[in-house]
């Protein structure tokens, strides 16, 4: 396993942007598949992306298609969100995420997301 940490949550008017980074320790970083998750208050967890540990192929939840992004720099041991267009509804606790393969085995602690509008 690695130890993951997210940060970049904040709040945000509707239409901002924010990144969110995921920091991984450990040596097998690089090995693992990562994904995004959220989670709202009453709601279940949902998946919003996916990424593979060459960074080559990525996969979105309609919820986020076309709004936000997937990254990572498996140099800095790191992957990334990058949301724009940000509505209401997009208000949650987001998770990092990863393993060699699914379910994924790492979880990091989560980061608040607030938008407002």
């Known amino acids: 396993q690695v130890q993951l940490v997210e940060s970049g949550g904040g709040l945000v008017q509707a239409g901002g942007s924010l990144r969110l980074s995921c920091s991984a320790s450990?040596?097998?970083?690089?090995?693992?598949?990562m994904g995004w998750f959220r989670q709202a208050p009453g709601k279940e967890r949902e998946i919003l992306a996916a990424?593979?540990?060459?960074?080559?192929?990525?996969a979105y939840a309609d919820s986020v298609k076309g709004r936000f992004t997937i990254s990572r720099d498996n140099a800095k041991n790191t992957v990334y969100l990058q949301m724009n267009r940000l509505k209401p509804e997009d208000t949650a606790v987001y998770y990092c995420?990863?393993?060699?393969?699914?379910?994924?085995?790492?979880w990091g602690q989560g980061t608040q997301v607030t938008v407002s509008s």
């Open positions: 990424i593979s540990w060459s960074g080559g192929s990525t």
């Open positions: 995420a990863g393993g060699v393969a699914e379910p994924y085995d790492s």
């Open positions: 450990g040596r097998t970083f690089s090995n693992y598949a």
